[in-house]
Each structure stands twice: as structure tokens, then as C-alpha cells.
């Protein structure tokens, strides 16, 4: 099998390159001018320079023209433009997916969407696919818009995934977490995110590369997550937990703080102005602060576990054992700074 991976120098895509590779696919993978590639094993993989909100290149177009399937990563998480989401999410989707139905060899266009777009659950039960979208920011939007695009069409096959938080080995996101709770901080926000869900990244991996090889999964959208839910409370508790439980950890002086609502509304406004001023896009800003004002964002993915088989390799703690691991790992061998 040879799959086309958009998005393939980021956290998930980086995983998922790394795994197609070890199970014996062949890989083409886009990348930009300046992208880096060290978290990739460069000389298994051939590239196609293409940034997803630029037209079309004949060098994308004769990859197209040889894989079986597409695995379209790419897209804006964060950004202090709104447009940006739409142009990039949307429109790039449409016009790789435009791209990709012109080929009869393409088996599965599998899409990453988000949870975002379907929005945050009313309960800490959490909602299924079948729930009605209801996003709360643009980056969920503009994730709903390329959904329904997709769900609109017939040319080519599409399996659609949607992501709650991914941890792993190389996570900028949670990558912060790890390195608060390192320092000796932790944080709350009061009254808000008291659920969410987790998948590990290696597990997410693997859902995906099922559904896009699944007949039952053409025109399908799927969660990928953990049974049981938790808090941001109870996720640094498995992370400080995992730090005392290394053979080198050492005991270490927790601070905690806690911030209301309007303090942090306050300050994603601030590093809002400052992003602008400055020319940097910081991880709190007013379009990402929908999503710290939300109580549950959580899912269930019995469809995904039903015509799938999916099942989480690892317990929760110990995927973040792991990926903890990783990351001392990674300390150790740059005498770096976690």
C-alpha cells in the first residue's frame, strides 16, 4: 500500500508516517519550504513541497496519481487571523479532496477533523458521532464546514476522523503540561473543564490506519478515546504521579493556581495584543479561549470500538508513564531542560 500524508511533520502525523513505515506501507509525504523533518525518518519517505493553502503542483498531482490512500493532516489549529482557519481548513480540504477524486487508484480520502467541530457535551457522558454539531470557535467551524463538504460528495471514498486531546512523545500542547509539572506548577480553571477526553497518540494511530483500510468505515466518522474522562485537575494528578514513580524522580514542591473565568479571559486577551504586536501565535488567545470555557468536552466511541475493534493499547497513567519516559529520555540524551 503507498498513502499520501498531508500534515506529516506535525505531532500526529509525524506518528502516524513512522508507523504506516514500520508496517510496511509506502509513504509520500508533503511538506513546506522550510518545514523540519526531525521527527521524521527522511530517507523512507519521498516528499512533494506543498503548502495546503497554495494551488495545486504538478509534482502533488503525479503523487496522487500513485497512492492508494490519502491522509489529510494538515491544517491551522491556532491562529490569531480567523480567516486563516476558514482558508486553510476549509478551502485547502476542498481543494486537495478536489484534487484527490480525480484519481481512480484513491481508495480512502481519511480527513482529521476534530472534536471541535462537533462541539463540547452537555454532560460528562459525553456525546457520540451521531450527536449534532454544535462548535463553539472558528477552528471548529471551519473543521464542521470541510465535514459537511465531504459529506456532500461521492467521487472518492472518505473516512473522517475527529480527535479529542492527543498526548504522545513530541507533543508541543501537552508537552507544556509536562514541563509545568517539572517546575513544580499546576494550574486550574475555576468552574471549567471538569471532563475532557485523552486518546494516546500510538492508539490513535492505530484507529486511524484501520478505518482507512475498513470497508464498513467509507463514509464514516469516528471518535477515538479513552472510556473514562478526566479533569485537567486529574490529569496533572497522573502526571505528578508518573514523575514520582520514575527511579529518578524526586519529590517535588507543587504550586498550584487557580484563575477564574475572567482572569483568564483577561489574559488570553492580553497575549492576544501581544501575539499581534509581536508577530507570534500564542497558545491562549481570545479564538482559542472558547474552548477554557467550556465545562465537558467529552466523547464515547463505541462505533469506533464496535466496527473497528478498537481498544486502548495502555491505561491512561501508564501512556503518560510513557511519554514521560520520553521525554526524560530526550533530556537525557541533549543534557537538555525538560
Not at 25 to 42: G, I
Not at 157 to 164: A, D
Not at 280 to 307: G, M
Request: proline residues 4%; contains cysteine.
Amino acid at each position: 500500500m503507498k498513502a499520501l500524508v498531508t500534515g506529516a511533520t506535525g505531532f500526529v502525523g509525524s506518528h502516524l508516517v513512522r508507523r504506516l513505515i514500520a508496517d510496511g506501507w509506502r509513504v509520500v509525504a508533503t511538506k513546506r519550504r522550510r518545514s523540519s523533518l526531525e521527527h521524521l525518518p527522511a530517507s523512507q519517505i519521498d516528499f512533494v513541497e506543498w503548502d495546503v493553502s497554495s494551488e495545486p503542483s504538478e509534482e502533488l498531482e503525479k503523487a496522487l496519481a500513485e497512492v492508494d490512500i490519502v491522509f489529510h493532516l494538515a491544517g491551522v489549529i491556532k491562529s490569531l487571523n480567523k480567516d486563516d482557519f476558514y482558508r486553510i481548513n476549509f478551502e485547502g480540504t476542498r481543494l486537495l479532496y478536489g484534487m484527490a477524486s480525480k484519481h481512480g487508484n484513491i481508495k480512502r480520502f481519511v480527513f482529521f477533523s476534530s472534536q471541535a467541530a462537533a462541539g463540547p457535551s452537555p454532560t460528562v457522558e459525553g456525546i457520540d458521532e451521531s450527536a449534532p454539531c454544535k462548535p463553539v470557535c472558528h477552528y471548529g467551524r471551519s473543521k464542521m464546514l470541510a465535514e459537511i463538504f465531504l459529506a456532500a460528495k461521492e467521487a472518492c471514498p472518505f473516512t473522517i476522523i475527529r480527535p479529542p486531546v492527543v498526548f504522545g512523545e513530541k507533543d508541543p500542547a501537552t508537552g507544556e503540561l509536562f514541563r509545568a509539572v517539572a517546575k513544580g506548577w499546576r494550574f486550574r480553571i475555576a468552574g471549567f473543564l471538569k471532563a475532557i477526553s485523552l486518546v494516546y497518540v500510538e492508539d490513535l494511530v492505530e484507529g486511524v490506519i484501520s478505518a482507512a483500510t475498513a470497508e464498513i468505515a467509507k463514509g464514516r466518522t469516528y471518535f477515538f478515546c479513552y472510556d473514562e474522562p478526566v479533569s485537567l485537575d486529574g490529569f496533572f494528578d497522573l502526571i505528578e504521579d508518573a514523575f514520582d514513580g520514575m527511579a529518578d524522580g524526586k519529590k517535588r514542591l507543587v504550586r498550584r493556581l487557580t484563575v477564574t473565568a475572567a482572569e483568564v479571559k483577561f489574559f488570553a486577551a492580553l497575549a492576544h495584543l501581544f501575539g499581534s504586536v509581536f508577530g507570534f501565535v500564542p497558545s491562549l488567545n481570545l479564538y482559542k479561549l472558547p474552548h477554557f470555557a467550556q465545562r465537558f468536552w467529552t466523547i464515547r466511541c463505541d462505533r469506533a470500538k464496535r466496527e473497528l475493534n478498537f481498544k486502548p493499547s495502555f491505561s491512561i497513567a501508564e501512556s503518560i508513564r510513557r511519554t514521560l519516559q520520553s521525554y526524560l529520555d530526550f533530556k537525557k540524551r541533549t543534557n537538555s531542560s525538560l
